[in-house]
């Protein structure tokens, strides 16, 4: 590229066109008037003008015609320049392509995120409801069970009471009539324990006014003539050992082993028994189920 130098120029009027000289920079005016010239100075300067001008001209022209080259230097260079902002721009575009793709990919993304996690909310809560319904459907069916074993057990309890009834007096009238032949001394028996009812319990009491458990077994069978052992490991065993399935009015009730039995009584029919119980309640009358027996004799 060229070097223009800074130059100073001097304008003069030459026949009323202004023209720009070049003039030294180190040019001294020492005044603004200018002085008188002779003809021949005048032709001299006017000379020196005209020169000065076509130099001026000619540097002027070369000057455009520099100017005018410089276009076809950067026509020539335009294609280059178009090429790479054509690349810069595909670029662009590609790139601007590439990040609305990714949006693209990120949305679908982000929906089939959102779809499972729905989905998965939707079976847990599909799930927590069957399992609410199966847990609601089984304490259902445990409510109906326990409703249908308490009517099982009311039936049997009815069922056995029943037949306890039947028994007691089955074994009522077996007494009875045992009474009524002779052989039943089974009536005394009874008759004296009931009329003990309600005295005092105290320990080696055979009575009258009070006994302990086995005073007043061996005191009822002496009213009908049996003699029994004073003590209850004895009297468990001094008749014939009977189930408590297949008791009889008189049978002699033992709690503990036969042989080391703590406790006697008498049964009496119907399930029940009198004995001589403990000091706070005395003699009384008890169902059986109250404190079931271990075993029992049979001495009549």
């Not at 076809?72 to 793709?101: D, G, H, K, R, Y």
């Not at 069916?141 to 009517?151: F, L, T």
């Not at 009584?265 to 309640?281: C, D, E, H, L, R």
């Amino acid at each position: 590229m060229p070097i223009v130098a800074h130059v100073t120029f001097i304008e003069l009027n030459l026949r009323g066109l202004i023209v720009r000289c070049p003039m030294s920079p180190n040019a001294h005016i020492t005044s603004h008037r200018k002085p008188r010239r002779t003809a021949t100075q005048s032709w001299v300067v006017r000379t020196g003008v005209a020169g000065g001008v076509l130099s001026t001209l000619a540097v002027a022209g070369a000057g455009s015609a520099t100017a005018v080259e410089k276009p076809t230097e950067a026509t020539m260079e335009m294609p280059a320049v178009n090429a790479t902002l054509a690349t810069s721009i595909a670029q662009s575009a590609a790139a601007t392509t590439q990040t609305a793709f990714d949006y693209q990919v990120r949305a679908q993304q982000d929906d089939a995120a959102d779809s499972a996690r729905h989905a998965a909310k939707k079976a847990k809560d599909e799930a927590d409801r069957k399992a609410e319904a199966e847990k609601k459907a089984a304490e259902a069916q445990e409510k109906r069970d326990a409703e249908q074993a308490r009517a099982s057990r009311a039936t049997e309890r009815k069922s056995l009471s029943v037949k306890a009834a039947t028994g007691s007096a089955e074994e009522a009238a077996g007494a009875a009539s045992s009474a009524s032949t002779g052989s039943g001394n089974a009536a005394t028996l009874v008759s004296f324990l009931q009329a003990q009812l309600g005295k005092a319990y105290v320990m080696g009491s055979t009575g009258p006014s009070s006994y302990d458990c086995s005073g007043l077994v061996m005191a009822a069978y002496s009213q009908i003539g049996i003699d029994l052992p004073r003590v209850s490991q004895d009297q468990s065993t001094a008749g014939t050992q009977v189930s408590l399935g297949n008791l009889q009015v008189g049978d002699i009730l033992y709690w503990g082993s036969a042989g080391s039995a703590y406790h006697v009584g008498v049964y009496i029919g119907g399930g029940k028994f009198i004995g001589a119980q403990n000091p706070s309640t005395g003699i009384v009358e008890r169902d059986m189920s109250y404190s079931p027996p271990t075993g029992a004799v049979r001495v009549m």
